[in-house]
């Protein structure tokens, strides 16, 4: 094909617009090698919509010599339905089948990818496609959109012999298109009420913020819009939405881009479905104010919680979740609130606790208590708390009785500050039991000591857990190293000199840095200290390079991981497990094509398990 002045009237502007784009986008004018997906995208929305229509079409059509043919909006063919031999030979010779994407840029001017252009039904006959070998084709499309976001999902395409086209083949796809979308509207649509009404609900019983979020809706009332900063918004939405993703009630604490912090109560609108959607009520968490009775502290350095000089390990670090969780703490401790710090192993809790001691209270009294000292082995030193709370000391063990006693011990001291590991390893009787302590002490109008209780994860605790917790009014949720990974190159230094105490012999070099900063750490900083440990027991000078780190951090992502990108990874890799590494169940319950699936497991260097053979 050239490209010679074209007479008004002669070319249909459509035709003359897509002929331009394809020009621009440099496709070849004789047969093309379109790009091929292994196993073509079956989107869960499109395909639920739009199989019945097809089927009853294809009932309707059979015998007739045209295909017809479903693509997502990357114009990648999804199904396709010839009625007609020698025109199933001839379209398997122009790849349009399964797999192959017949997108503009790709394939020049034809129905399908003109129509995902134009974003409105195409027809394209014979020789107004760009590509030379297609000229006894004529085909027409028509955009399947969503019937709520308006947005794409896909195209519906009729395709026959160039000789035995007709102006109705674009009536006709339209027709489907708009069928395809009503039933999707069926399908959205109950989901949306269900979302409307249970947002309506809330906000008749709350009058503070609330936000409704699903995949593709976001309402936020009045309250909402007033008080929350619109920087604020996009990282509560984002939140929402990973939380109303476990499908379950769920209670979270976080600090937003404005220092602001803010509790969610996030309520699942519907469960056993892979569309996300729920209801979150939004409390804002003013600052704490200094007060004659709580003077304010000293300011805290900003890369460490802890004095410059000897500060422990894992309180370094200047990314954004980091601080705010460092900060929170700080507050907390200023108000001598009581706090709960919760979070994935090796994430620095127990660091994060005894550091805020240090910079604030070095000289008063710290003791940790770990609660796996309560599966000890009995001993018969526990009569102690035993005359305190009946309730508990004849069912608890020996051992989990001589933890709870020194427990007592350290609240009745009434200064310092007291850490209380693992919580969540108690049992039952003795998690009720330490409930029953707390309370007594809670009562004390003076002198009673910082309480910091950790535990590992998140989410709603139940049973006599959850009296236990009710114990501290807020939750700090202390972000995984892969959350923040960009303070490795905080982390690495502030260990290195403090295993070769402070020689400064040794470094480790750029290249070395990057392979560290795109490991996930599943073990967090503990992991990444364990492997700095390695290390230096190796080598105490000089500059370490990549071939010298533990295998274990040798098989790296692709790039560093932004936050939001990171716990997106975290979803991905959660729903594989959960449903045995079959990419496609994975792709539906997180509601995202398995084409977007697929991509960002790439992307992203996750290595999921195999998927389960039936």
Known sequence: MTFQPVEAGEVREPILASWQRSRNWKVAPTPFDLPYRDEPERAAVLATGAEPVITESATELDGEPVSLILTDADGVVLQRRTFDGRLERRLDRSSLAPGYSYAERFAGTNGIGTALEGGRPAHVFGHEHYVEHLEDLACAAAPIRHPATGKVLGVVNLTGWSADANPMMLTLVTALARRISETLLEIAGRRELTLLHDYLAACARDRGPVVAVSNDLVMLNDSARAVIDPGDQDRLIALATEALGVGRQRQLTTSLPSGTGARLFCTPSWTGDPVVGGVVRVQLLAPA??????????????????????????????????????????????????????????????????????????????????????????????????????????????????????????????????ILRHVDRLPETALRALADLLASVERGAEGRPWVVATRTGTGTPQGALAELVGHFPRSVEVPPLRHHVEDVRHLVPFMVDRLTHGSGALTFSADAMRVLLRNRWPGNVEQLHQVVRRVVAHRRTGTITPAELPAEVQTVGRRVLTPLESMECDAILACLHSVGGNRTEAARHLGMSRATIYRKIRDYGIVSPPPAKA
């Open 289 to 418: 104010v200094p007060t004659a009775a709580a003077p304010a502290a000293p300011a805290v350095p900003a890369q460490r919680i802890g004095p410059p000089a000897g500060a422990v390990r894992g309180t370094v670090g200047e990314g954004a979740l980091w601080r705010a969780c460092r900060q929170r703490v700080q507050e907390q401790f200023r108000t001598r609130e009581w706090p709960l710090l919760e979070g994935e192993p090796g994430t620095g809790k127990l660091t994060l606790a005894r550091a805020t001691h240090l910079a604030n209270t070095p000289g008063e009294h710290l003791r940790v208590l770990d609660a796996a000292d309560a599966s000890d082995p009995p001993s018969t030193a526990a009569s102690a708390f035993a005359a305190r709370s009946g309730r508990a000391a004849a069912a608890a063990c020996a051992s989990a009785e001589r933890w709870l006693a020194e427990v007592g011990e350290e609240l009745a001291r009434g200064r310092g500050t007291v």
